[in-house]
């Protein structure tokens, strides 16, 4: 009984989430990365309900405008993943550069050493080198990956009407503008005019190349899976600890911040090869067991950050359920390999 009854929720979940895809890429981003993770804390809902309402709006203005833009950018241009990752990329600089200027001052809380370590000429290259391309990934990659999934047709749709995306444009732009005020208030930080001309100046350069990137870049070199399901979930599993890891051992180690800043590139690049050259195409088992694995250590980090009230697992047995009709919905004959179209 209980298993059908959760089978029944979790039917009844894909079915309305089908029937309304901008919700659905709404729930993901910026579920994925702010709630899952326990960035903005679910249990806030009890602890300080206008802190919760607050976040929700910014971060449905940020994650959830970036990401529908960037959505029909892909569709529109008719490109692939490489265009995905580099608006991504744009993405990341516009919320943690020029919205939080977690890129740039050395005292934001969330950079924590980092502000010190690897800050140079008003960067902190270290930690940027870690959260523009968590942004790129988690907060618009896995959600537009996983709505694709759940409503195939959205890979060829555009979401959003020519109103809709000016309207969208200017969402964004107003809730940067927001932020960028009430940090400036709350830590009496500006980082300048040149970063911020700089900054826009990067994500100027990353939206020119992912308007000329190739739709087959990043596709593997054969259509043939070549790891298994469950390989491709722990080399999931491991990229974000990776990550961390990189950051805060050259630290702890005495390595200079600038060949920290290198390595924290390469192992995320040597991911992102490695993951590109499994020919996982057609393989829709293989993106969930890759995009599951992506997600555990971040489910894991925001139970852990909300232990004296982990209501992050409300959002954990969702996303269960999410997954788990979603490798029900797509046949076992694709096997248990990795494939992205």
């Known amino acids: 009984m209980a298993a059908g009854t959760s089978e029944s929720q979790g039917s009844r979940l894909l079915r309305s989430l089908k029937s309304h895809p901008i919700l659905c890429l709404l729930l993901l981003t910026p579920g994925i990365p702010e709630y899952l993770s326990s960035s903005s804390p679910i249990n806030a809902l009890v602890l300080n309900p206008f802190q919760f309402a607050f976040q929700l709006l910014a971060n449905l203005g940020l994650y959830g405008s970036g990401a529908l833009l960037i959505h029909d950018a892909k569709v529109r241009w008719n490109k692939g993943w490489a ?56 907060s618009i990659s896995i959600p537009i990956l996983l709505l694709g999934l759940s409503v195939s047709e959205t890979k060829t749709r555009r979401l959003l009407s020519r109103r809709g995306t000016m309207a969208t444009i200017m969402i964004l732009g107003a809730d940067v503008l927001f932020l960028m005020v ?39 070199p054969s259509d043939s899976p070549k790891a298994s399901g469950r390989k491709v979930l722990a080399i999931g599993v491991s990229f974000f600890p990776a990550i961390l890891l990189s950051q805060s051992l ?92």
């Open 83 to 138: 265009t995905v990752l580099l608006l991504g990329f744009a993405y990341g600089i516009l919320e943690e550069g020029v919205a939080l200027s977690t890129m740039f001052n050395p005292n934001a809380g969330p950079v924590g050493s980092l502000g010190a370590y690897g800050h140079w000429l008003g960067v902190n290259w270290v930690w940027s080198a870690g959260i523009v391309p968590f942004h790129a990934l988690w």
């Open 250 to 341: 050259g630290e702890g180690a005495g390595v200079p911040a600038a060949v920290d800043f290198v390595l924290v590139i390469l192992i995320q690049a040597a991911y992102l090869w490695y993951l590109a050259r499994q020919g996982w195409r057609d393989n829709e088992r293989g993106k969930l067991a890759l995009s599951l694995g992506l997600l555990i250590p971040i489910m894991v980090f925001g139970v852990v950050a909300e232990l004296s009230l982990p209501m992050t697992l409300l959002a954990d047995v969702v996303v269960v359920l999410f997954f788990r009709r979603l490798w029900a919905a797509y046949s076992p004959k694709t096997n248990e390999s990795l494939t992205v179209s």
């Open 182 to 220: 009430i940090v400036n208030h709350a830590t009496g930080y500006w980082m300048g005019y040149p970063i911020l001309l700089g900054s826009a100046l990067s994500i100027a350069a990353l939206v020119w190349a992912a308007r000329r990137a190739s739709p087959a870049a990043l596709l593997p």
